[in-house]
C-alpha cells in the first residue's frame, strides 16, 4: 500500500542545514562555486550564532567549525587573492574566531579530561572545577551575537576582491601551496616533537582537510575517500591537541592554586599524548609521501 506523502516527509531523514558542511555546486563556474561555497558556512556560522540562548555549547562548536572552514577557502585562495587582501580577510575571520576562544575551552577541557583513564587523588575535586568553569554563565549567546557582525560583510568582500578571471591554475597553485605547508610543518613535528610544533601541523592539516571537502563535494568517490582520511586524521590530531591543552591548563591553574598539583594525572596525559602523536606523525608521513605538485593534480584530477 502506498505510504502517504506527508507520513513519507515526517520519515524522511532530515537534511543537513545547508551551509554545514563546504560544498560546491557543479552546475556554478568555478570562481561562483567557491564564493557561494564560502558565503553559504558564513551564513551558517550566523544561524548557529542565533541559537546561542537556547544551545550555547553547540552553537559556538558550529559557529567556530563554520569560521575555520571559511578560513581555509581564504587560504585556497590567497595565490590569486594577493597577501594584503587575503590577509585583510584572515584577520576579520580571526577577530570573529577569538570572541568565542574562552567558551570553547572550557567545554573541551572538562570532556578531555573524563576520557583519560587516570586513578589520580586529585581527579575529582578537578574535576568539579573545571565542571564549575563550564556552568558558569559568561555570556555565550551576547559574544556571539557580536562576532557574527563582524562576518556579515565578509562574502561581498572577498566576490569584489577574487579576480573574475580566477581558474584552475589557480586553484592547482592554492592547493599546492596548502600540502606545501602540511608537509613543511609534518617535518618540524616529526623534527621536534614539540608540542607546539605538532599544533602547527594539526591546524595545517584541517586547513587542508576542509578545503578538500569543499572538493570533494562535486568530486569522483576516489576523492571522497581521499577527504575522509584526511577527515580521520584531522579529528585525531584534534584529540591530541586536546590533550596537550589540557596539560597545559593543568599546569597553569596548579600553578596559580586554583586546584591541587595532580603527578598521576599529568602523567598519563603526557603519556597519551606521545604515544598518539608518533601513530599520528607516521600517518601523514604516509599520506604526503608525493610532491606537493602532484599531490594537487592527483586532486583535481580525482575530482574531474
Not at 282 to 300: C, I, K
Request: aromatic fraction near 4%; hydrophobic fraction near 45%; proline fraction near 5%.
Amino acid at each position: 500500500m502506498a505510504t502517504n506523502p506527508v507520513v513519507r516527509q515526517l520519515l524522511r531523514p532530515p537534511r543537513r542545514p545547508a551551509g554545514r558542511k563546504l560544498a560546491m555546486r557543479r552546475a556554478f563556474p568555478l570562481r561562483e562555486s567557491i564564493l557561494v561555497a564560502f558565503a553559504r558556512t558564513l551564513r551558517y556560522a550566523r544561524t548557529a550564532a542565533r541559537r546561542a540562548s537556547a544551545d550555547p555549547e553547540g552553537a559556538v562548536h558550529e559557529y567556530r567549525k563554520s569560521i575555520r572552514r571559511a578560513r581555509a577557502v581564504v587560504a585556497l585562495l590567497r595565490p590569486a587573492l594577493g597577501a594584503k587582501a587575503s590577509a585583510g580577510i584572515s584577520r576579520e575571520l580571526r577577530r570573529a574566531f577569538a570572541e568565542t576562544g574562552a567558551f570553547r575551552d572550557a567545554d573541551v577541557l572538562l570532556a578531555t579530561l573524563r576520557q583519560v583513564p587516570c586513578d589520580d587523588p586529585a581527579r575529582p575535586a578537578i574535576e568539579e572545577a573545571l565542571g564549575r568553569e563550564r556552568a558558569q554563565d559568561r555570556g555565550a549567546a551576547a559574544a556571539l551575537e557580536a562576532a557574527s557582525r563582524i562576518l556579515r560583510p565578509l562574502p561581498d568582500t572577498l566576490r569584489v576582491t577574487l579576480p573574475e578571471a580566477y581558474s584552475m591554475d589557480d586553484l592547482a597553485d592554492g592547493l599546492s601551496r596548502s600540502v606545501r605547508r602540511v608537509q613543511a610543518t609534518l617535518a618540524r613535528a616529526s623534527e621536534t616533537g614539540l608540542d607546539a610544533d605538532l599544533h602547527e601541523w594539526r591546524k595545517r592539516v584541517k586547513e587542508l582537510r576542509y578545503q578538500l571537502e569543499m572538493l570533494a563535494s562535486s568530486g569522483s568517490a576516489a576523492l571522497k575517500r581521499r577527504e575522509k582520511a584526511f577527515a580521520a586524521l584531522a579529528e585525531d590530531l584534534g584529540e591530541t591537541t586536546d590533550l596537550i591543552l589540557l596539560q597545559a591548563a593543568l599546569a597553569e591553574r596548579a600553578a596559580r592554586g586554583e586546584i591541587a598539583e595532580a603527578p598521576a594525572l599529568t602523567a598519563a596525559i603526557r603519556d597519551a599524548v606521545a604515544a598518539r602523536a608518533q601513530a599520528q606523525l607516521e600517518r601523514g608521513r604516509a599520506l604526503f609521501a608525493v610532491p606537493h605538485g602532484e599531490f594537487a593534480r592527483l586532486v583535481l584530477a580525482e575530482r574531474g
